[in-house]
């Protein structure tokens, strides 16, 4: 089994705090990612994990075994860097089996484990050309090949995907993703990118300042963010100051600029505030995706809307953006799918009724 545990792990540079008594537990055969801003610590930690940096402090295990201190040559993990790390003087071929080879694996079991994974990446045919005549997608397959032809017990990936055109980074997710669950390899992925994130992993730790923000599903992290900070960096939700709050069993009414807003209570949410004396000014928002807010007409507004004015639509096709202002200043963006499309233009007043599906949020 090739569970990863962390303890309490801590890096520092001089005075600079990288990771900051960082602790998380990946399951056996689980895709988790490491995701957030350049800066946060999620490749400082995946080199804890790889063997290459040493924690000033806490422990890391593979399994039952402490390898906090284990040279990285030795973890069983196969790494893909950003810049792929191919040798430009080797084949296709001998880039994927230097590992076996440094391994003492004999020559007939190379050719036959790396002939398996070339036609696995679909690279076999270009086995004797080097990476200087390969294109983008190409090299990151033969990046992946190589990490995977030695069975790791552990795969290790830092933005794998980032050097691509966004059309391959795609189908990269696709094939990476298959791969993965084909060999049920415990694999760690660092990204920036949410969408590769919420599209390719089991579970996502949110990382800000060397701490874990928000550990969660896809699901869970876009669809109940805990904070201002995830569900800003999880699909870019609108956030609006709150000037009172009633909670009504299974719904809260959350009053904001001029009008009332009903959403499903949160247990988690209400427990903390009641905790903090219900100061929900200072610590909470409301986070609205911009699916969840839809435009009326006077004429159809209800008890619980919001009046607000257009500042600009904007046409996608699929879907039409509207960026309105409420009475307060705040501006927000809503997406109205283009058949529902009320098609109304800059200066126009409108009310918004907001989905419970709304959610408070620490900020």
């Known amino acids: 089994m090739a569970e990863i545990k962390l303890s309490n792990v801590v890096k520092k540079y001089g005075d600079v705090t990288i990771i900051d008594q960082l ?5 056996h055969g689980e895709f988790f990612t490491l995701l957030g801003p350049s800066g946060c610590g999620k490749t400082t930690l995946l080199r804890m994990i790889a063997g290459f940096i040493i924690p000033d402090a806490g422990q890391v295990h593979i399994g039952e075994k402490d390898v906090t201190h284990l040279a990285a040559h030795k973890r069983e993990t196969g790494m893909v860097f950003q810049d792929y790390a191919l040798f430009p003087d080797k084949t296709v071929f001998d880039n994927v089996a230097y590992g076996l080879r440094v391994r003492k694996f004999s020559s007939q079991l190379i050719d036959t484990k790396v002939d398996r994974i070339l036609q696995r990446v679909e690279l076999a045919h270009l086995k004797k050309r080097y990476p200087g005549e390969l294109s983008g997608g190409q090299r990151q397959r033969v ?15 830092d933005e794998p995907l980032s050097n691509l055109d966004a059309k391959l980074r795609i189908q990269m997710r696709d094939v990476i ?68 709050w009633t909670s009504r069993g299974t719904q809260t009414e959350v009053a904001i600029a001029g009008g009332v807003v009903l959403i499903d209570s949160d247990p988690t949410i209400t427990a903390h505030a009641q905790a903090s004396a219900k100061s929900l000014q200072a610590t909470y928002q409301l986070a609205v995706r911009a699916e969840h807010i839809h435009i009326q007409t006077a004429s159809k507004t209800s008890t619980h809307s919001v009046p607000a004015h ?6 996608l096709g699929f879907k039409v953006t509207y960026c309105v202002k409420l ?37």
């Open 143 to 157: 990046a992946l090949a190589r990490a995977l032809v030695i069975e790791p017990r552990i795969l290790l990936m």
């Open 327 to 363: 009475v307060d200043g705040n501006t927000l963006m809503a997406d109205v799918a283009a058949a529902d499309d009320p098609r109304k233009q800059a200066g126009e007043a409108v009310f918004l009724n907001f989905s419970p599906e709304c959610r408070l949020v620490l900020v």
């Open 23 to 27: 602790s998380l537990a990946v399951a």
């Open 177 to 244: 993703r298959e791969l993965q669950q084909e060999a049920k390899i415990t694999t760690i992925f660092v990204t920036h990118d949410q969408e590769e994130a919420l599209s390719m992993s089991d579970r996502i730790a949110l990382l800000r300042s060397g701490r874990i923000d928000q550990l969660d599903t896809p699901e869970g992290l876009y669809s109940r963010p805990l904070t201002a900070y995830a569900a800003d960096f999880i699909g870019g939700a609108n956030l609006i100051p709150i000037t009172d």
């Open 310 to 315: 257009v500042v600009f639509r904007r046409y």
